[in-house]
């Protein structure tokens, strides 16, 4: 059956940061004045040549991640910078508001890091940004996270939605499937919470479906 496939929008990825030694006690925390996220998974290989031929050997998966963020106030810009002085690691998601299951889940990737490089710039005519690179643990793990309906309103400045892991198993994500989750969206309307397309993201990419299931 063919597809009617949306596409997705760079506004609707989401970083949301806690530091690792604090996964028990609080949820995760959106950084607030998100301007951009760059996340880039690679693998590189190399061949050896033999009397039979090459054979190639693949290394494992390193993850560049960036995000930028007009700095603030807020106590999670204060945790990156924390991490970076004290070399403490990071959970971090980052989460696509235009993509969701059946359960009413966001699909996200999930990974362990640490602040390599934050960049501060300060110009006299605009607001101070920040540009912080991550250096990525082992390899990011994708899934469904939960955002609560009551903190969608706050989206475009301040969110804590991602539950504390003592809250709910895996902090109320679900793992990926590969045998069903491969090109999965359900609509907003048609999830089991009964958020609507509005409430949930834009609708220019909230209303996306997949084959039915």
């Known amino acids: 059956m063919a597809k009617n496939l949306n596409?997705?929008?760079g506004a609707d990825a989401?970083?949301?940061v806690r530091p690792l030694s604090e996964a028990g006690n609080k949820p995760g925390a959106l950084i607030p004045y998100q301007t951009g996220a760059n996340f880039e998974p690679s693998r590189s290989s190399k061949s050896k040549e033999t009397k039979s031929g090459s054979l190639p050997t693949l290394a494992s998966v390193e993850t560049d991640f960036e995000v930028d963020?007009?700095?603030s106030t807020?106590?999670?810009s204060d945790e990156i910078y924390d991490s970076i002085m004290n070399a403490t690691t990071l959970e971090v998601w980052l989460?696509?508001?235009g993509r969701r299951n059946a359960e009413g889940k966001y699909y996200a990737w999930y990974m362990r890091a640490m602040p390599s490089k934050d960049t501060s710039d300060n110009?006299?005519?605009s607001q101070s940004t920040r540009k912080v690179k991550m250096t990525v643990q082992g390899t990011p793990q994708r899934g469904w996270t939960a955002l609560p309906d009551e903190a969608q309103e706050e989206i475009n400045y301040v969110f804590y939605g991602l539950d504390s892991t003592t809250k709910e198993a895996h902090g109320n994500g679900t793992d990926w499937n590969p045998s069903t989750?491969?090109?999965l969206n359900v609509p907003a309307s048609n999830s089991k919470d009964g958020a609507s397309s509005s409430s949930a993201a834009p609708s220019s990419t909230?209303?996306?479906?997949?084959?039915?299931?």
Do not use: K, N, P
């Not at 909230?206 to 299931?213: F, I, N, R």
């Open 74 to 76: 807020d106590a999670t």
């Open 123 to 125: 110009d006299a005519d």
């Open 69 to 71: 963020f007009i700095d």
């Open 206 to 213: 909230a209303s996306s479906t997949s084959d039915d299931h």
């Open 181 to 183: 989750d491969e090109g």
């Open 7 to 9: 596409y997705l929008q």
């Open 95 to 97: 989460v696509q508001r």
């Open 14 to 16: 989401l970083v949301f």
